[in-house]
């Protein structure tokens, strides 16, 4: 292919790209939560972005390329930008210059607006795209903020032609045609679009999910820094970016990320008593935690599995909670943190409701009548309509509960059958 940088001597470098930080974005499961596990998730997004900004002055990178939402909305907080404009200052004593681009979060923040940035930051304007250069690395960075949150224009449209003889950057907050997960479509554009560009780097953020989508060029979406809950498991990177002759040589993930969230499956189907549970919750924990890489385990628990027990699970809700954050602080206070365990078993007996007699049995009857009756169905619907309704975007999203899945989707008749399962649960352990 030929190069636009022939007979040009030309420097090689790296840089960061990174985005999707969302500084002290607030995290789920953290109510009432005590301990170094809990203010270690509570402060990870910052501890996060200090060590990314640690690596930058340590491997000496040429500048550092923040493609939007460094912070997570209308903050009134200013600990948060003066947080932020810190580790500006360090990167600036080791001359190093920052390039900002706004995204839809940070569209949000008052402090955005507000606070003054050191000079070795760069904010690309929202009102058309700004070119950046670096004459002396022959780099151009071109980027468009966002005005406000619901950007909803093709803002790549506008980005003007490559610089010749330079290493083109293109910085975008976009969701690239909203194919990409369950993220708001804003920015929209194609990938065809960014490739015919002519740019020889697209730093892209908002999918949070990272990613490389083209090669020469390279089309790359960041991921976000740091995990917040968990649909953001697994690790979570920037990107080392390394360039030689004007041309990119290579792109390398930057792990920064201080909590790792994971979904732990804990098959119960074997277990003859509670306690059998409770151990099998334990050594999977324990299994667990070995692929975090020395992070901080965050982890949702789901138990799975057919099982005769599962009516006394559902009924002990509160207490698998307990052991399990019980068995986390056994391996040490910042090995490993439970936000939630799942009751995702089934009852091992062909019969979902199982007759017993006296109350017990009259009230699995009607229960069981009941997941048929149209006016109560209709009189659920009624009562839940409501409260779903106000449901935040993200908690529509998080539906990994059975009955909170089946009332979204209003599967009343799922509604109803969870209910007479966990009463007929309750019950029979109050009988007993």
Request: net charge negative; hydrophobic share 40%.
């Given at each position: 292919?030929?190069?636009?940088?022939?007979?040009?001597?030309?420097?090689?470098?790296?840089?960061?790209?990174?985005?999707?930080?969302?500084?002290?974005?607030?995290?789920?499961?953290?109510?009432?939560?005590?301990?170094?596990?809990?203010?270690?998730?509570?402060?990870?997004?910052?501890?996060?972005?200090?060590?990314?900004?640690?690596?930058?002055?340590?491997?000496?990178?040429?500048?550092?390329?923040?493609?939007?939402?460094?912070?997570d909305g209308d903050w009134r907080d200013f600990q948060t930008?003066?947080?932020?404009?810190?580790?500006?200052?360090?990167?600036?004593?080791?001359?190093?210059?920052?390039?900002?681009?706004?995204?839809?979060?940070?569209?949000?923040?008052?402090?955005?607006?507000?606070?003054?940035?050191?000079?070795?930051?760069?904010?690309?304007?929202?009102?058309?795209?700004?070119?950046?250069?670096?004459?002396?690395?022959?780099?151009?960075?071109?980027?468009?903020?966002?005005?406000?949150?619901?950007?909803?224009?093709?803002?790549?449209?506008?980005?003007?032609?490559?610089?010749?003889?330079?290493?083109?950057?293109?910085?975008?907050?976009?969701?690239?045609?909203?194919?990409?997960?369950?993220?708001?479509?804003?920015?929209?554009?194609?990938?065809?679009?960014?490739?015919?560009?002519?740019?020889?780097?697209?730093?892209?953020?908002?999918?949070?999910?990272?990613?490389?989508?083209?090669?020469?060029?390279?089309?790359?979406?960041?991921?976000?820094?740091?995990?917040?809950?968990?649909?953001?498991?697994?690790?979570?990177?920037?990107?080392?970016?390394?360039?030689?002759?004007?041309?990119?040589?290579?792109?390398?993930?930057?792990?920064?990320?201080?909590?790792?969230?994971?979904?732990?499956?804990v098959p119960v189907g074997g277990c003859a008593r509670f306690?059998?549970?409770?151990?099998?919750?334990?050594?999977?924990?324990?299994?667990?935690?070995?692929?975090?890489?020395?992070?901080?385990?965050?982890?949702?628990?789901?138990?799975?599995?057919?099982?005769?027990?599962?009516?006394?699970?559902?009924?002990?809700?509160?207490?698998?909670?307990?052991?399990?954050?019980?068995?986390?602080?056994?391996?040490?206070?910042?090995?490993a943190w439970i936000e939630r365990v799942v009751n995702a078993?089934?009852?091992?007996?062909?019969?979902?409701?199982?007759?017993?007699?006296?109350?017990?049995?009259?009230?699995?009857?009607?229960?069981?009548?009941?997941?048929?009756?149209?006016?109560?169905?209709?009189?659920?619907?009624?009562?839940?309509?409501?409260?779903?309704?106000?449901?935040?975007?993200?908690?529509?999203?998080?539906?990994?509960?059975?009955?909170?899945?089946?009332?979204?989707?209003?599967?009343?008749?799922?509604?109803?059958?969870?209910?007479?399962?966990?009463?007929?649960?309750?019950?029979?352990?109050?009988?007993?």
């Amino acid at each position: 292919m030929f190069s636009a940088f022939a007979g040009v001597n030309m420097p090689s470098f790296q840089f960061i790209h990174t985005g999707d930080i969302h500084l002290d974005s607030p995290l789920k499961g953290l109510s009432g939560q005590e301990g170094l596990a809990a203010e270690r998730i509570r402060t990870a997004t910052r501890t996060a972005f200090e060590d990314l900004v640690t690596y930058a002055i340590d491997g000496q990178v040429a500048f550092m390329v923040i493609a939007g939402d460094l912070y997570d909305g209308d903050w009134r907080d200013f600990q948060t930008g003066l947080f932020f404009v810190r580790q500006m200052g360090r990167l600036r004593a080791a001359n190093v210059p920052a390039f900002v681009l706004h995204g839809n979060h940070d569209a949000e923040s008052q402090i955005t607006k507000r606070l003054t940035l050191p000079d070795n930051v760069h904010v690309f304007r929202y009102r058309k795209p700004q070119t950046f250069k670096l004459d002396d690395r022959r780099v151009a960075l071109h980027g468009q903020s966002f005005r406000m949150q619901a950007t909803t224009d093709n803002l790549a449209e506008a980005y003007p032609p490559p610089v010749k003889g330079y290493f083109n950057i293109g910085v975008l907050h976009t969701a690239l045609g909203g194919t990409n997960g369950p993220h708001e479509n804003y920015a929209p554009c194609t990938l065809d679009e960014l490739v015919n560009k002519g740019y020889d780097y697209w730093a892209l953020a908002h999918v949070h999910q990272g990613g490389l989508l083209h090669e020469n060029p390279h089309v790359v979406f960041c991921g976000n820094l740091q995990g917040r809950h968990i649909r953001e498991a697994g690790p979570q990177s920037a990107q080392l970016i390394t360039v030689q002759d004007g041309a990119l040589h290579g792109i390398e993930p930057l792990y920064t990320d201080v909590a790792r969230w994971m979904h732990v499956d804990v098959p119960v189907g074997g277990c003859a008593r509670f306690g059998d549970v409770i151990d099998q919750i334990k050594c999977s924990i324990n299994e667990a935690t070995k692929t975090a890489q020395g992070r901080l385990l965050a982890c949702r628990i789901q138990l799975s599995g057919a099982t005769d027990l599962h009516g006394e699970l559902l009924a002990s809700a509160p207490q698998l909670l307990a052991e399990a954050r019980a068995a986390a602080l056994g391996l040490g206070e910042e090995v490993a943190w439970i936000e939630r365990v799942v009751n995702a078993t089934a009852s091992a007996t062909t019969a979902s409701i199982q007759p017993d007699p006296g109350v017990i049995n009259d009230l699995n009857v009607l229960l069981a009548q009941a997941a048929d009756d149209p006016d109560l169905r209709a009189e659920i619907a009624n009562d839940l309509g409501d409260l779903i309704r106000k449901l935040p975007h993200d908690a529509a999203l998080d539906i990994e509960d059975r009955l909170l899945e089946a009332a979204i989707s209003k599967d009343f008749g799922a509604v109803i059958e969870q209910a007479a399962a966990y009463l007929s649960a309750r019950l029979t352990a109050e009988r007993r």
